[in-house]
């Protein structure tokens, strides 16, 4: 994948650098360097990576099918393939191969990691939103959720107001956690908020009987329920949806280079119909553990895969 505004000031600035001084009897009155030939040098995450050789992505292990880890403890998913093509657009910015150092983060410090520097992306499934963006930067949005409620099958539960008094089960840090004190605030509902770690955790709140629901992003409530569809338990995705959340890969606030290859490299993705082949990979096709979330492309994110390919990236 290339990042032609990027790479080609790279390679002039490469080209100024190689070529001789001229000597002094020689030279002649040059006329100026036109500002967009004017040599570029790297800066923020592009120099730091070309320096180290390395490239640190943070990733979840339990964000099915977006990021998670295989049996190999290997992590997969959409976001990480997408990543993926994220890294070859750097490679080719800085023109050197990265080798990639894999960082756990969780919803509760993943941002943290990406502000400070311990991650450069983040691999994962994050909502981009006007708050966050106060802290970091978003790649165009590559996915489209809201939060929802997972009970067991034959729970009474169906809507949110049915949660009045139960124990719910949210993840920290989420955007779903947020929703639901705000669902509870605004109605006074009386939830019993239990929040942990990970999904894996609240997922097994419910499994176990220790929540009565658990509140996280559809697609990922649909995920879990297709990883352990062996288990033997049943579950049901319920009620309307508390929360809309877009979302994007995290990187560095404050770091223009880097914001234009994403852009570029997110675009390219959507032309060449990359994004498309990954969403039918994750979501229609079966995953490695057998199972499928048989999941469609909604009407909306087609619209915006569609926009980004024009080159009028979100």
Known sequence: MKTP??????AIAGLLIAC?????????????????LAPAALTGTLAKVRAAGTIALGYRDASVPFSYLNARNLPIGYSIELCKSLVSAIEDAVNRTLTIQWVPVTSDNRIDAVASGRVDLECGSTTSNLERQKRVAFSPIFFVAGTKVMVKKGSPIASFR???????????????????????????????????????????????????????????????????????????????????????????????????????????LAADGEIDRQYKRWFLRRLPSGTSLNLPMSAQLETIIQTMAGGEAQ
């Not at 001789?20 to 967009?36: E, L, Y």
């Not at 609240?202 to 992003?217: N, S």
Request: charge should be negative; avoid cysteine.
């Open 162 to 268: 049915d949660l009045a008094g139960r124990k719910v089960a949210v993840t920290a840090g989420t955007t779903n956690e947020k929703a639901l004190r705000d669902l509870d605030r605004k109605f006074r509902l009386g939830i019993r908020l239990q929040v942990v770690p990970d999904h894996a955790q609240g997922f097994a709140q419910v499994t176990d009987g220790q929540a009565d629901a658990f509140a996280t992003d559809d697609v990922l409530l649909y995920g879990l329920i297709a990883e352990h569809a062996g288990s033997g338990g049943e579950y049901r995705v319920v009620g309307d949806y508390l929360s809309y959340d877009p979302y994007g890969i995290m990187f560095r606030k404050d770091d223009p280079q880097l914001a234009q290859v994403v852009k570029d490299a997110f675009q390219e």
């Open 5 to 10: 505004r990027l790479w080609s000031m790279l």
């Open 20 to 36: 001789p001084a001229a000597r002094a009897d020689d030279a002649q009155p040059s006329a100026p360097v036109p500002d967009n």
